[in-house]
Nanobody, 122 residues
Framework: QVQLVESGGGLVQAGGSLRLSCAAS???????MGWFRQPPGKEREFVAA????????RYSDSVKGRFTISRDNVKRMVYLQMNNLKPEDTAIYYC????????????????WGQGTQVTVSS
């Protein structure tokens, strides 16, 4: 049963923007929500995370200043606004939920979506 569903991926030119959305079930909408990505042929890597209040966030250095994570606790949604996209942002983007920590580590997350493809052309 899929409990985290991502949407909003697609093909965009470099410099463009996309907004990813993640819809969570009651069970999987956790205190800490994150976005990860897996570029072609590479390991899954951390992108951004947000705590329950939305006041605590963290970002990878590669996206800081360009991406913004946010959440709507009423709708059980998490968003990733991606601006000034670069070809190196091309990856499958995954939404994830952690019941324990605001972390950048894959192993700290309990639930995962199936991913949405983002492709940035040069």
């Amino acid at each position: 049963q899929v409990q985290l569903v991502e949407s909003g991926g697609g093909l965009v030119q470099a410099g463009g923007s996309l907004r990813l959305s993640c819809a969570a079930s009651v069970r999987t909408f956790s205190a800490n929500m994150g976005w990860f990505r897996q570029p072609p042929g590479k390991e899954r890597e951390f992108v951004a995370a947000i705590n329950w209040s939305g006041l605590g966030t963290r970002y990878s250095d590669s996206v800081k200043g360009r991406f913004t994570i946010s959440r709507d606790n009423v709708k059980r949604m998490v968003y990733l606004q991606m601006n000034n996209l670069k070809p190196e942002d091309t990856a499958i983007y995954y939404c994830a939920a952690s019941t324990t920590t605001l972390s950048g580590e894959v192993a700290r997350y309990d639930y995962w979506g199936q991913g949405t493809q983002v492709t940035v052309s040069s």
